[in-house]
């Protein structure tokens, strides 16, 4: 059984990305994992890190609590939509603020290497997108999952991460949202 952590990464949370967060939520709790969500339109908190690494923030109680659930965690699955080519601002201000050196990584003294803190921890990216999949990743390379993979989850240690791509949303009809609603559910139910 998994300890599992949906982080839903849309500000609008009568969006699509919610229905997908639900539908994995229902998958993974039918195979008797154990499931939390941060909902990050929800959460109480000031999304810019104004002084940058200088100066640390005191985290507001939404994101001491969401910073609980992502360190119980066994996996964590982030749904959330691609604009202009990243993801909303609201998310990556959640990033900001939390994953931080000496919370989810710690640089080495005199060193240009870190030690990854989140290790252990598996990860799924669910993200929207309106165009196919294939064009997302070789005309613009998928700078959303890149980022969000590589220079988030990946360095601080958060391994393996797999991505599902969901789209393109703007031209679909109710046919092809149920098939990717049942798509998330079974990735849910089978634990991935």
Not at 4 to 9: L, R
Not at 59 to 78: F, G, S, T, Y
Not at 83 to 112: E, M, N, Q, T
Not at 117 to 146: E, N
Request: hydrophobic share 40%; aromatic share 12%; proline share 5%.
């Amino acid at each position: 059984m998994k300890e599992i952590v949906i982080i839903n990464g849309h500000p609008n949370t009568n969006s699509f990305n919610t229905a997908l967060a639900e539908r994995y939520k229902e998958g993974a709790e039918q195979s008797g994992s154990t499931v939390q969500q941060i909902i990050v339109a929800d959460l109480a908190f000031d999304p810019n890190l104004q002084y940058g690494y200088n100066r640390r923030i005191e985290l507001e109680p939404d994101l001491r609590e969401a910073w609980k659930k992502i360190k119980a965690a066994d996996h964590l699955v982030w749904v959330h939509p691609v604009w202009w080519g990243g993801f909303p601002a609201i998310l990556k201000g959640f990033i900001d603020r939390l994953f931080l050196p000496g919370r989810a990584f710690r640089y080495r003294d005199d060193s240009v290497w870190w030690d990854r803190l989140l290790t252990g921890i598996s990860a799924r990216i669910i993200t929207t997108i309106d165009q196919p999949a294939w064009y997302y990743r070789l005309i613009y390379g998928s700078p959303s999952v890149k980022s969000l993979k590589r220079s988030v989850l990946k360095f601080c240690g958060v391994s393996p991460v797999s991505v599902n791509y969901i789209g393109s949303i703007r031209d679909s009809n109710e046919k092809d949202r149920k098939k990717w609603l049942k798509k998330v559910y079974h990735l849910g139910v089978n634990l991935k």
